[in-house]
């Protein structure tokens, strides 16, 4: 049976419409998904939005419409964004559908029996927008430290004893190393646990716009207890409710990766896995945080007005030279400037100059040269021909063991190194010379190249499915013959086939502004 990998998104509040910051974190995930099912696994890939809670009903007041009609709308927004985006996702969760209502009142339930939530009153400072609690000391001149406006809160709450957590978290922490990535927000991680936990508050009972606790009608949970929650939701738990799918729970829980940005990691590294172990459920393998996107040096922001939006993004630049040069220009887990200066460079220079060009160049070659017949991989290669093919074949070791750590531009990087290669070895054997002197020389090199050409598209596939899959039709490689078991020398491309008269896959950019990319 097929090995299984669950990956989550961070569920997205419906308050605003989606920009780049959340296409993003959802890109990695396709991107892994994808990488996943060529590589034999039977993978499911989650996403959606957050739906309760103080900042979305806010939202909708300001807009004068009722919470549940706002929240109809936005999240529409959201599963669009998926279909623009090329997104692979399998399911994708609203927190206001009842399969989570469910959830979410037994986990609360299980906390209940098993003595980790009380009564009492909370008194502090509170920020609708990180829908977060922060203390008298956090709180400075008005603000919480993540600059957002905070208020006073005072009102019954319930308490869950995340205080009685740390150790329980702390020897989780030792005995998985790779629970959380990068290891620098690991180290963040467990020096906020080593700090002390305060008991978190986990109702409110100064609004209505969330999932009712069980057994006391005036509050309702917390929002993030309720957001957390989908991830198990999702997986057919509980087990037992008449929405509960007992044998994808076993297939799906505990997830393989919850992956989120920086801004959230506390909530996932921390307050979910108490909250798990509490529950006497089982927790997450790993939590990866990535960096923040500014635009052109600044934080991305509606006041500013330089929200990016990815649609406009895709529109104009195409949407997998977006897809590829967000996953190719910054180091995943840094923060990361979007400029148009350095798409236009990647897209001209990685994509059309480097792979496209090379592309263009071997399939025109085979088109003019070998009667548009694809000529076949020498049995025999020399010494420079069994270089770029062993350098194509160690790809795949080398990029499924990068994105096992979520090190997406180091496995592009990788890839691109092969590029360049190939682009030496067409210079190096100059084909288009050899095609009067030497033409059964001219179709192996050809041949080794196409060979080349055909596992990094293979490999491109999950960053780029739509250009991946042009060459991969160029080339003539059948659709059954796209995933991981055909590359790496276990097979080589098939030869005799007819060619079309190929056209170039990646254009350049032509913006004067940046023309020098
Ligand atoms: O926090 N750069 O939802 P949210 C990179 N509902 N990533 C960015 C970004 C940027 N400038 N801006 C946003 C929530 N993101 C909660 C999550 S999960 C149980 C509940 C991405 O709509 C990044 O993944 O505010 C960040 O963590 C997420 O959007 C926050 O989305």
């Given at each position: 049976m097929a090995q299984t990998y669950y990956i989550t998104t961070p569920i997205y509040y419906v308050n605003d419409k989606p920009h780049i910051g959340h296409?993003?974190?959802?890109?990695?995930?396709?991107?892994?998904?994808?990488?996943?099912?060529?590589?034999?696994?039977?993978?499911?890939?989650?996403?959606?939005?957050?739906?309760?809670?103080?900042?979305?009903?806010?939202?909708?007041?300001?807009?004068?419409?009722?919470?549940?009609?706002?929240?109809?709308?936005?999240?529409?927004?959201?599963?669009?964004?998926?279909?623009?985006?090329?997104?692979?996702?399998?399911?994708?969760?609203?927190?206001?559908?009842?399969?989570?209502?469910?959830?979410?009142?037994?986990?609360?339930?299980?906390?209940?029996?098993?003595?980790?939530?009380?009564?009492?009153?909370?008194?502090?400072?509170?920020?609708?927008?990180?829908?977060?609690?922060?203390t008298e000391t956090e709180v400075v001149d008005g603000k919480a430290p993540t600059g957002a406006p905070v208020e006073w809160v005072e009102e019954p709450s319930y308490f869950f004893n995340l205080s009685e957590w740390q150790q329980p978290l702390f020897d989780h922490y030792e005995a998985n190393p790779d629970f959380v990535g990068p290891e620098s927000r690991f180290n963040e991680v467990k020096s906020f646990v080593k700090g002390g936990l305060r008991d978190l508050s986990v109702s409110r009972a100064s609004f209505k716009w969330g999932i009712p606790v069980p057994g006391d009608m005036d509050h309702v949970m917390y929002v993030w207890l309720d957001a957390l929650t989908n991830y198990i939701t999702a997986s057919g738990w509980p087990t037992d409710?008449?929405?509960?799918?007992?044998?994808?729970?076993?297939?799906?829980?505990?997830?393989?990766?919850?992956?989120?940005?920086k801004d959230i990691l506390r909530f996932h590294a921390v307050y979910w896995p108490a909250f798990l172990m509490a529950a006497?459920?089982?927790?997450?393998?790993?939590?990866?945080?990535?960096?923040?996107?500014?635009n052109e040096g600044q934080k991305i922001s509606k006041s500013l007005g330089n929200v990016i939006d990815p649609n406009a993004l895709t529109a104009q630049y195409g949407l997998d030279?977006?897809?590829?040069?967000?996953?190719?220009?910054?180091?995943?887990?840094?923060?990361?400037?979007?400029?148009?200066?350095?798409?236009?460079?990647?897209?001209?220079?990685?994509?059309?100059?480097?792979?496209?060009?090379?592309?263009?160049?071997?399939?025109?070659?085979?088109?003019?040269?070998?009667?548009?017949r694809m000529p076949a991989v020498p049995a025999q290669p020399n010494d420079m021909d069994q270089a770029l093919l062993a350098a194509a074949d160690d790809l795949l070791d080398q990029v499924r063991e990068l994105l096992d750590r979520q090190a997406f531009n180091e496995a592009l990087s990788v890839i691109w190194q092969v590029v360049a290669e190939a682009n030496r070895y067409v210079d190096a054997a100059a084909p288009w010379a050899l095609n009067k002197t030497d033409p059964v020389?001219?179709?192996?090199?050809?041949?080794?190249?196409?060979?080349?050409?055909?596992?990094?598209?293979?490999?491109?596939?999950?960053?780029?499915?739509?250009?991946?899959?042009?060459?991969l039709d160029q080339l003539g490689v059948d659709n059954a013959e796209r995933d991981?078991?055909?590359?790496?020398?276990?097979?080589?491309?098939?030869?005799?086939?007819?060619?079309?008269?190929?056209?170039?896959v990646f254009p350049r950019y032509l913006d004067e502004a940046h023309a020098d990319g």
């Amino acid at each position: 049976m097929a090995q299984t990998y669950y990956i989550t998104t961070p569920i997205y509040y419906v308050n605003d419409k989606p920009h780049i910051g959340h296409a993003y974190t959802t890109l990695a995930c396709d991107v892994l998904a994808r990488f996943k099912r060529l590589d034999g696994f039977d993978v499911t890939f989650l996403t959606g939005t957050d739906e309760h809670g103080q900042k979305v009903e806010k939202a909708a007041s300001d807009k004068g419409v009722s919470p549940q009609s706002f929240t109809d709308e936005v999240s529409q927004n959201f599963r669009d964004l998926t279909a623009q985006m090329n997104f692979s996702n399998d399911d994708f969760i609203r927190t206001t559908e009842q399969r989570h209502k469910l959830a979410c009142q037994e986990i609360w339930q299980r906390l209940e029996e098993r003595g980790h939530i009380r009564l009492g009153n909370y008194a502090g400072w509170y920020s609708v927008r990180d829908e977060a609690f922060f203390t008298e000391t956090e709180v400075v001149d008005g603000k919480a430290p993540t600059g957002a406006p905070v208020e006073w809160v005072e009102e019954p709450s319930y308490f869950f004893n995340l205080s009685e957590w740390q150790q329980p978290l702390f020897d989780h922490y030792e005995a998985n190393p790779d629970f959380v990535g990068p290891e620098s927000r690991f180290n963040e991680v467990k020096s906020f646990v080593k700090g002390g936990l305060r008991d978190l508050s986990v109702s409110r009972a100064s609004f209505k716009w969330g999932i009712p606790v069980p057994g006391d009608m005036d509050h309702v949970m917390y929002v993030w207890l309720d957001a957390l929650t989908n991830y198990i939701t999702a997986s057919g738990w509980p087990t037992d409710s008449e929405l509960g799918d007992p044998a994808k729970y076993a297939k799906l829980w505990p997830a393989d990766l919850h992956m989120v940005g920086k801004d959230i990691l506390r909530f996932h590294a921390v307050y979910w896995p108490a909250f798990l172990m509490a529950a006497d459920l089982p927790l997450p393998k790993r939590v990866y945080a990535h960096g923040w996107w500014t635009n052109e040096g600044q934080k991305i922001s509606k006041s500013l007005g330089n929200v990016i939006d990815p649609n406009a993004l895709t529109a104009q630049y195409g949407l997998d030279q977006t897809r590829y040069f967000l996953m190719r220009d910054v180091p995943f887990g840094n923060d990361g400037d979007f400029s148009a200066a350095a798409m236009t460079r990647r897209m001209n220079g990685d994509l059309a100059n480097d792979l496209g060009n090379l592309c263009q160049r071997v399939l025109s070659m085979i088109f003019k040269n070998c009667d548009a017949r694809m000529p076949a991989v020498p049995a025999q290669p020399n010494d420079m021909d069994q270089a770029l093919l062993a350098a194509a074949d160690d790809l795949l070791d080398q990029v499924r063991e990068l994105l096992d750590r979520q090190a997406f531009n180091e496995a592009l990087s990788v890839i691109w190194q092969v590029v360049a290669e190939a682009n030496r070895y067409v210079d190096a054997a100059a084909p288009w010379a050899l095609n009067k002197t030497d033409p059964v020389r001219m179709a192996e090199v050809l041949a080794v190249l196409a060979e080349t050409i055909r596992q990094i598209a293979i490999l491109t596939q999950p960053v780029m499915p739509h250009s991946a899959s042009l060459i991969l039709d160029q080339l003539g490689v059948d659709n059954a013959e796209r995933d991981f078991r055909f590359i790496s020398g276990k097979r080589r491309l098939a030869s005799g086939h007819q060619i079309d008269k190929p056209s170039p896959v990646f254009p350049r950019y032509l913006d004067e502004a940046h023309a020098d990319g």
